[in-house]
């Protein structure tokens, strides 16, 4: 889902998915802070359908030729939400880790401000491309 | 816009942590009170948690696994009575003992009350928190327009 209109380029289409991607991540984490009291909730995550968790961790540009770079990042529509691995269930049935959220969201947030960074300087690159192409 | 949903859920977290928190107290501040209107000593009493859809839920994709929903507010869907029966404590001169001197004390335990207290307080908080990093990533998307 590009909301930019293509203006620039799939690295900004890409960009703008990383930024949907934590998005729903926090929405992700609001559900579990919310019901870390009740029975039976089980904590969700998400992650893309085609387990391509990996790419956003180790994400980077690829350079395909001397002069252009490739992002690669799956759709938006590609999301899913999922449990996430390693939490007990409480004798409730409730498996939400309080501090493990937390920590969740204090990283998602750091990552949002870095791929903001990402989409302003990829903005600011494309404006001064065209003023300095006048 | 997701991020908004984010913060009707936070929200409902914060409400139903609240109304924990009051009946909490309401169990502290009772938990000697040996008559009541209704008669016989106070009843503990306690919140029941429940999932709730709030604000509006964007379909997110065309299947999805039903290992876990999507992410969902919280109500408190009824305020329990707890059934346990009253302390019974031998205090024959107390003006509520009965025939056989003994005082019927409110099914409360104190250490157990104060303990979901700081449980009920530390998730107000964090939903509280929740609500400013929404609130913040909110900004931050909107700083996008004004380069």
Avoid: C
Avoid at chain 2, 86 to 111: L, S, T, W
């Amino acid at each position: 889902m590009s909301t930019s209109g293509g203006v620039g380029g799939p690295e900004l289409a890409s960009m703008e998915g990383v930024l949907d991607f934590l998005a729903e991540r926090q929405r992700a984490i609001t559900s579990n802070l919310a019901n870390v009291d009740t029975p039976g909730y089980q904590a969700l995550d998400v992650r893309f359908r085609q387990q391509l968790d990996d790419l956003l961790e180790g994400w980077r540009l690829v350079q395909t030729s001397k002069d252009h770079f490739q992002s690669e990042f799956p759709e938006t529509s590609a999301i899913e939400w999922a449990p996430i691995p390693g939490l007990v269930d409480g004798p409730d049935g409730n498996n939400v880790e309080l501090d493990r959220e937390l920590l969740a969201m204090t990283l998602n947030r750091l990552r949002f401000q870095m791929a903001i960074q990402g989409v302003t300087g990829h903005l600011r690159a494309i404006r001064t491309a065209i003023r300095e192409g006048q | 816009m997701s991020l908004l949903n984010a913060i009707s859920i936070s929200s409902s977290g914060i409400t139903s942590q609240r109304q924990r928190i009051e009946t909490i107290v309401s169990n502290l501040a009772n938990a000697r009170t040996t008559r009541t209107p209704q008669g016989g000593p106070y009843r503990r009493q306690e919140v029941v948690f429940e999932t709730t859809a709030v604000g509006r839920t964007r379909p997110f994709a065309e299947e999805l696994e039903a290992r876990v929903g999507e992410p969902m507010g919280v109500r408190v869907s009824e305020l329990r009575v707890d059934g346990q029966p009253p302390q019974m404590a031998y205090d024959p001169d107390h003006p509520d003992a009965n025939e056989q001197g003994y005082v019927a004390f409110p099914n409360v335990n104190p250490v157990e009350e104060s303990v979901n207290l700081i449980s009920a307080a530390r998730a107000f908080e964090a939903n509280v928190t929740a609500v400013t990093v929404s609130q913040r990533l909110i900004e931050r998307s909107l700083d996008l327009g004004r380069l």
